[in-house]
């Protein structure tokens, strides 16, 4: 999954994890996103690209 800055329409960066469900956070500042094969749940800071946390397990399930 690549990120972009539709602002500038260049690539902001791409999520170092395969992902099958993205939500972003209501102020827009973090991203929610669970794992493909593992069923791991990441959450990441926006603004510095950083991974804030990982959550390890089968069953993760996320409501936006």
């Known amino acids: ?3 972009w800055d539709l602002a500038e329409d260049t ?3 791409l999520l170092p994890f395969d992902a099958h469900a993205l939500a972003f956070s209501p102020d827009g500042k973090r991203l929610a996103a669970t794992g493909w094969r593992k069923g791991d749940g990441h959450i990441l800071d926006l603004a510095s690209g950083k991974l804030l946390a ?3 397990g089968h069953h993760v399930a996320w409501s936006a």
């Open 11 to 13: 690539p902001r960066s």
């Open 54 to 56: 990982t959550i390890d």
């Open 1 to 3: 999954v690549r990120l």
